[in-house]
């Protein structure tokens, strides 16, 4: 699950369980909202830990690009 991805779900999620008011036999809206909303938190740390883990630092011993000499002339 990506960023993206979990952030649509929070808002799905928040949508369904706070602004939506209807009746549906047998089904809860309002926990439904609430599970997608928990699902996409869960999915955007993951995807925030897992992005941070994947990039190498390099470093490197050498200036870039090297200094220049100092000019004669002053």
Not at 47 to 67: D, F, G, K, N, T
Request: no cysteine; hydrophobic share 55%; glycine share 10%.
């Amino acid at each position: 699950m990506r960023i993206g991805s979990s952030i649509g779900l929070i808002a799905i999620g928040l949508i369904l369980a706070l602004a939506v008011r209807v009746d549906l036999a047998g089904i809860d809206l309002e926990l439904v909202g609430w599970i997608l909303t928990a699902v996409g938190v869960i999915g955007l740390v993951a995807s925030l830990v897992l992005a941070r883990q994947a990039r190498p630092v390099v470093r490197r011993e050498v200036e870039y690009p090297p200094p220049r000499p100092p000019d004669p002339r002053y």
